[in-house]
Nanobody, 128 residues
Framework: QVQLVESGGGLVDPGGSLRLSCAAS????????IAWFRQAPGKEREAVSC????????YYADSVKGRFTVSGDSATNTIYLQMSSLKPEDTAVYYC?????????????????????WGQGTQVTVSS
């Protein structure tokens, strides 16, 4: 069992930045893949980004490429999502999710059904 705890959400102006953290209860180098998902009111959950703890490969949704950066700290087993140039449409509850294993194909990273472990979520609101 892996526990994931998110933090760092809040209210930010459009164009601003925010950094989310996801602390894992186990080593991210132990075949642990951590993804970020978000869900806005009335919308389906969507994949945002992903970090492979073994080889540090990163993945991004087209909607956040160039604005968001995912990274990992193996010393603290924490995954970060640095969000910049935030837009009102980025407003959502952000969740981190964990999968222990290796992807059979890269595109599978965005499928929420493969993730076994989920955090409680943190609210991000982009508004002036």
């Amino acid at each position: 069992q892996v526990q994931l705890v998110e933090s760092g959400g809040g209210l930010v102006d459009p164009g601003g930045s925010l950094r989310l953290s996801c602390a894992a209860s186990t080593s991210i180098q132990d075949y642990l893949v951590i993804a970020w998902f978000r869900q806005a009111p009335g919308k389906e959950r969507e994949a945002v980004s992903c970090f492979d703890g073994v080889d540090r490969t990163t993945y991004y949704a087209d909607s956040v490429k160039g604005r968001f950066t995912v990274s990992g700290d193996s010393a603290t087993n924490t995954i970060y999502l640095q969000m910049s140039s935030l837009k009102p449409e980025d407003t959502a509850v952000y969740y981190c999710a964990g999968f222990r294993g290796r992807f059979t194909r890269p595109s599978i990273w965005s499928s929420d059904s493969i993730y076994d472990y989920w955090g409680q979520g943190t609210q991000v609101t982009v508004s002036s």
